[in-house]
């Protein structure tokens, strides 16, 4: 038994090398690579990343290569198949037929003739391009800011830079207006913050810095009260009003820094005299002028009383 086993792998070994010795016409599926791409031009399409080839070899040449091409791919070097002729055009599409390649991709698969490339899937290759571009973008910081008790943000919040610049196509630059940062939280603040923020990476998109810093003004805050005249706007020129009370309590946060800046002549409060033709007892208080550095500000009493005189 074990004689007649020895004998058929004998005549097995010997079928097998006798057909690996003859001519076929086969297909084979070759992973590909493409190499020295036009270096002014950026590639916008998806190119195929296998070639069906049509071969026509001896059986051991198309065994060898088969093994091969699962650890090696098909250099497609662009540039010399092409003659240089996308990067020396101002085209941005071009479209080859396969049959162009042929002859060099036979001899990059045997430099013996060993293989003869009889077609080639797809029969066209299609390169389509985009211009490259450059443009400066605005940077917007994404922040939470936990503040302590009696802190408050004094100011807008800013990076630096402010702007970046942005390479890619000329297309996505066209439709990329801000580049937010990517969010980052603060806790427990109670002084000034100046620290790096990464960016987002943004797909075909080269920023030419990958952090900025994000400044944020914090200081802390304290409570003031001003009494502060009402005026009544739209009042006829014919007509006497009076108002209970003439003057009211404004109540506000103020930094420290700006707290000796603060002057009543920098608030205006008003009531309405078509509240009083709509027939309304009391007059909404409306604050529609202060300092932008004031927070939480708050009108004591938000509605009034008042008298026509005659």
Known sequence: MGSFLVCVIIAS????LNALNKTYTVKMLVPVTYTNMPNNKIL?????DKFELTIKAH???ILKHKIA?????????VKEMTDNRMNISKRTNFIYPARQFITELSSQLSNENEMEILKMKPDTLTFKFDKLGQKWVKVKPLVTVDLEKQYQISG????????ILANGPQSVLDTLEVVTTNLKRFNAVAQPVKESVSLPKINEVILDTTNVTVNIPVEEYTEEQLSIPVMLKDQPSDVIVKLFPEKVKLTFQVGLSRFHDIDPEDFRLSVSYKDIQQGKQRLKVNVELFPSYLYDLKVTPEEIEYLIQH
Do not use: C
Not at 44 to 48: D, E, S, V
Not at 156 to 163: A, G, K, N, Q
């Open 156 to 163: 807008e919040i800013t990076t630096s830079p402010d702007s």
């Open 44 to 48: 916008a399409n998806k190119l195929p």
């Open 59 to 61: 059986g051991f040449h």
């Open 13 to 16: 070994g010997f079928w097998f």
């Open 69 to 77: 091409y699962l650890f090696y791919p098909l250099e497609f070097n």
